[in-house]
């Protein structure tokens, strides 16, 4: 403040003083602007109910003119049938009157029928007389007034009876003489009649009879086929929808292959808004498309890989960074083609690092051994402990990227995962890296002994908890797991590795229980089980993604048909990775001739998973080792059932004696030392089926499998005390 001679007081004169500005405060509010009377009429007509949706959108208005098109062209025919429907009624009903049907009935009822025939006999004389009369007094009327108006009366009079007669041949079900007792075949007359839809739910015991449905999006034509979105009634569900497909096929009268039926979900739908397609033909039945990434020169890792078409022939994408994939068929159904299709466009991609694996060591992957940093192919013992080696690598390289990401500044790694500008930059050595196995259940399936922090496990357990450690924590390193297998069982994939494993790819195997192993618990109770699909849809599989896809961020599964690969165009891809990556300068390791394995740390390795340094047993193969009596008899007479588990499951005890020519008592004690009991099972003979006693194929697998186990920790013992 100042005083009157206009100095500073309780200031501090030092202090710079801005300069002083006069106003005054104004409270007025602006008038609020006010919507302009057409945009309210606008938004009126679109959001009111009371204005029918063809009016609203004009995709639906077209549809709508379309339906009032057919209407009109079919309505004669409709007119036609409606009219000798009606003539039918009518000559039924006089048929009943004039032959005293009820009145005959109610006789027969009272068992007074004899004493009612003079009656009924008067009475049907007597309705005759008054049809006759009837007759003649129309025909009377009609020719009068046909001398005086003209013979347009012939025709006013036509047209008014064929009005009656459609009105009381209306169907309606229920009444005499408009439901047939035996229909013909069963079609869908579809241009998706609301009627027949609400019908098709009613008869899936989709809804009550007394329920219906709300028309979302009217019937429209997408692609070949009709779509169309409803409203469930309240506390129906759409899952229940989608569970029972199958059925709700049936109502339709067409092959659920046909019918795709979605849960509406974000912003536009509820858990009761259902969006159904149906195609005019199966959508699988045609030729296949050749993969898209032909006509590319290269791709991005980052983006979702070209994987095959839904049943709309819209394309669906496989994300692969930031997750892992589980493929699994039966044998001959396209499993190691969608794999190759997941792998191609990581080829394409020269700032990509691949480790493939062939455990089937046939051809199919042999054009990548020009691009693969490591590449193998076989399916011995050697084989499985070099890839062995690969995933201690893996791990520790996993490790060394997590280290380095501390290291770095917020800009650069805004979170603890690979971006794409870190996966280019060579500095950090952090590019995207594929583990690809094919037929992974051999490496999980072999029983070569390693030494895990002086526990013994087979070189399958330890292999497992590997890539379950690799599916754990790489994905967000830049490290992921495209692993095949034609063996979807429990015992072959731990449920710890399926459990984190994001994508999952199910084509054609052989019951809901490998199904669900490899898209997840309970999928079939979903509606998603592949032992449903056919056998002639090669590559035809059920996709679970781990991203968004074109279907929808929030689609759980989809029918997926993978695009086609032969070799030649495998060739072509891996030829032009390999072009791309000399020129990029990224072509290392195998591909680049470097033959030298780098130097493993076990120890590391093994203590970040909580595990010790894996070590070979012994250079003789477990198979090897010689096994006492009578039990080697038995395995070499079981050679091909023991190897096989496709093989018979049961073997008779009589069988076994006869074959090996033994004491059948001294031979069941023997089998009972080593851990086999004996049991019944029904077995086919000449004269049918009959129960008898025997041994089961897989405890005489487990039995040979520990001795052999106990003979090699004696040798190991042995070799420990020289």
Not at 48 to 53: A, F, K, N, T
Request: glycine share 8%.
């Amino acid at each position: 403040m100042t005083n009157p001679d206009g100095e500073l007081v309780g200031v501090d004169a030092s202090l710079r003083v801005r300069a002083v500005l006069e106003g005054e405060f104004v409270n007025d509010v602006p008038p609020p602007v006010r919507t302009p009377w057409r945009r309210q009429a606008v938004n009126w007509w679109r959001c009111s109910p009371r204005v029918p949706l063809w009016a609203k959108d004009r995709v639906h208005a077209v549809q709508a003119v379309k339906d009032l098109v057919v209407a009109v062209l079919r309505s004669p025919f409709r007119f036609m049938g409606a009219v000798v429907r009606g003539l039918v009624v009518a000559v039924r009903w006089w048929r009943s009157w004039v032959t005293v049907r009820d009145y005959r009935e109610a006789a027969e009822q009272s068992e007074k029928l004899a004493d009612k025939f003079t009656d009924i006999r008067e009475l049907t004389l007597f309705r005759w007389k008054v049809t006759g009369a009837i007759v003649l007094t129309v025909a009377v009327v009609v020719a009068v007034l046909d001398l005086v108006y003209g013979h347009r009366v012939f025709w006013i009079a036509g047209v008014v009876v064929a009005v009656a007669l459609a009105i009381l041949g209306r169907r309606k079900d229920g009444s005499p003489g408009r439901k047939a007792v035996l229909a013909g075949p069963r079609t869908l007359t579809w241009t998706m009649d609301p009627q027949v839809l609400v019908d098709a739910f009613r008869d899936a015991k989709l809804i009550g009879k007394d329920e219906t449905l709300r028309l979302v999006d009217r019937a429209t034509r997408r692609g070949e086929g009709w779509a169309i979105t409803v409203d469930l009634p309240a506390t129906r569900k759409a899952a229940d929808v989608v569970k029972h497909r199958e059925a709700l096929a049936s109502a339709l009268a067409v092959d659920e292959i046909q019918l795709s039926v979605e849960r509406v979900r974000g912003n536009g739908g509820h858990a009761g808004r259902v969006a159904m397609w149906v195609a005019d033909e199966d959508p699988y039945a045609k030729p296949p498309i050749r993969t898209p990434l032909l006509g590319v020169h290269r791709w991005d890792a980052w983006r979702p890989v070209p994987f095959g078409t839904d049943a709309r022939g819209r394309r669906i994408d496989l994300p692969l960074v930031w997750t892992s994939v589980l493929i699994g068929a039966i044998p001959r159904q396209g499993k190691t083609m969608a794999e190759r299709l997941a792998a191609a466009g990581l080829i394409l991609d020269p700032h990509t690092r691949l480790y493939v694996a062939d455990f089937k060591n046939g051809k199919d992957w042999k054009a990548a051994e020009q691009v693969a940093h490591r590449f193998m192919s076989g399916d011995d013992s050697e084989h499985v402990l070099a890839f062995l080696d690969w995933l201690v690598e893996l791990v520790a390289d996993v490790q060394g990227r997590y280290r380095r990401m501390q290291d770095l500044d917020d800009l650069t790694c805004p979170e603890s995962k690979v971006t794409p500008d870190m996966s280019r930059d060579p500095s950090l050595d952090m590019p995207i890296t594929a583990l690809v196995v094919d037929e992974v259940q051999i490496p999980l399936e072999d029983r070569t002994p390693v030494e895990v922090q002086g526990k013994k496990l087979t070189a399958g357990e330890y292999i497992g908890e590997l890539l379950t450690w690799l599916a754990k924590k790489a994905p967000a390193a830049g490290v992921i797991l495209v692993l095949a297998t034609q063996r979807p069982d429990s015992k072959t994939i731990p449920s710890s590795l399926r459990a984190v494993l994001g994508s999952r790819f199910a084509l054609r195997v052989m019951d809901w229980r490998d199904s669900n192993i490899i898209l997840g618990e309970q999928m079939n109770t979903r509606g998603y089980d592949s032992s449903r699909l056919l056998p002639s849809h090669k590559g035809v599989g059920i996709l679970r993604p781990d991203g968004e896809t074109q279907a929808g961020v929030d689609v759980l599964a989809l029918i997926v048909r993978t695009f086609y690969m032969p070799n030649e165009d495998w060739r072509e891809i891996c030829q032009r990775g390999r072009a791309l990556r000399e020129a990029e300068g990224t072509l290392t390791g195998h591909a680049a001739g470097q033959t030298a394995q780098p130097v493993l740390d076990h120890a590391s390795v093994a203590k970040a998973i909580g595990k010790g340094t894996p070590v070979p047993a012994d250079t003789e193969r477990v198979d090897e080792i010689a096994l006492p009596e009578p039990l080697a008899s038995v395995a070499d007479y079981l050679a091909d059932g023991l190897a096989n588990d496709d093989g018979r499951d049961f073997v008779p005890t009589a069988e076994l004696v006869d074959a090996l020519g033994v004491e059948p008592k001294g031979f069941g004690l023997d089998m009972s030392a080593f851990g086999c009991r004996p049991t019944r099972d029904r077995v086919p003979t000449e004269d049918g089926m009959k129960q008898v006693r025997g041994y089961a194929i897989a405890d005489i697998r487990a039995a040979i499998e520990r001795v052999r186990d106990a003979a090699v920790i004696e040798a190991e013992m042995i070799d420990d005390d020289q």
